[in-house]
């Protein structure tokens, strides 16, 4: 399951504010932790992620957006963005070890 986030509105008047994410995309996130805050001219917002998971970013931070615009994603479980890499490290591994048994 996933957890949208929404830009949240710190005021009755207020229609955009500015992303700053506190974590990179890909990351891991606990329950609780702070992963944004949300800026105007007026008011000042933290949001936490509300379930474990890893973080997908779809708004830059510094970016202006709407409020009730989604800006991002907590996917439950998975792995981070980095897991390919891993899968590349991998690979190269085993094909270090297929070339060091020919020899």
Do not use: H
């Amino acid at each position: 399951m996933k957890q949208t986030i929404i830009a949240p509105s710190p005021g009755e008047s207020i229609t955009e504010v500015v992303v700053n994410w506190l974590k990179k995309d890909g990351d891991s996130v606990k329950k609780n932790e702070a992963i944004a805050e949300f800026e105007s001219e007026k008011a000042s917002l933290e949001v936490v992620a509300e379930q474990d998971g890893i973080l997908k970013i779809s708004i830059e931070t510094g970016t202006e957006c709407k409020v009730g615009q989604e800006v991002g994603e907590i996917m439950e479980g998975g792995e981070a963005s980095g897991g390919s890499e891993t899968t590349e490290e991998n690979k190269e591994q085993e094909t270090t070890d297929e070339t060091t048994d020919r020899l």
